[in-house]
């Protein structure tokens, strides 16, 4: 059962343009390798990727990761652990750093990836379900935008008019 506010973001984006392919499926099967990082992923967001298998704004620059992202059959240009990755780049030959990027990382799952103007990303903080969003060039530096996914999909409706 869809909640409301996901009912309302998802007409919400269809009727702004976003591309919206639905979960023919209805359910979501996750790899063992994602599933053994994020073992706890927040039930409201297992229940949007049951309803959509992609999400993406009209510009093309945001949209929502999706099951095939995280599975790595996804033909984006992306990967889901994109700015991980980025950021481990950057800390090469710190292992201090680069163990303190990955715990980073395996306390946040990226939700939604942008290419609008600079790389950016939303995630759940998966200890308090609140959404906080970082941008490159620190993208573990991060502001919270929602006390939990509800509240992104209006903060979503509110900034992208």
């Not at 409301?4 to 390798?33: P, S």
């Not at 959509?52 to 996804?74: H, I, K, M, R």
């Not at 303190?100 to 306390?107: G, L, P, S």
């Not at 790389?119 to 935008?145: M, R």
């Amino acid at each position: 059962m869809m909640s409301d506010k996901c009912d309302v973001f998802l007409q919400w984006a269809r009727e702004h343009g976003w591309a919206i392919v639905d979960n023919k499926r209805g359910e979501v099967q996750l790899n063992e390798e994602f599933l053994a990082r994020y073992k706890e992923i927040p039930a409201d967001y297992l229940q949007l990727l049951t309803i959509v298998s992609e999400c993406v704004a009209p510009d093309e620059q945001t949209w929502f990761l999706c099951e095939s992202d995280y599975n790595g059959s996804s033909d984006a240009e992306f990967r889901w652990d994109e700015f991980e990755r980025l950021s481990l780049e950057a800390a090469a030959g710190d292992e201090a750093w680069a163990s303190e990027i990955i715990a980073w990382w395996d306390r946040h799952l990226p939700i939604v990836l942008s290419v609008d103007g600079e790389y950016s990303f939303y995630a759940v903080e998966l200890a308090t379900g609140a959404i906080v969003h970082g941008a490159e060039p620190e993208f573990e530096e991060v502001d919270v935008v929602a006390p939990h996914l509800e509240a992104f999909y209006d903060y979503l409706m509110e900034h992208n008019n």
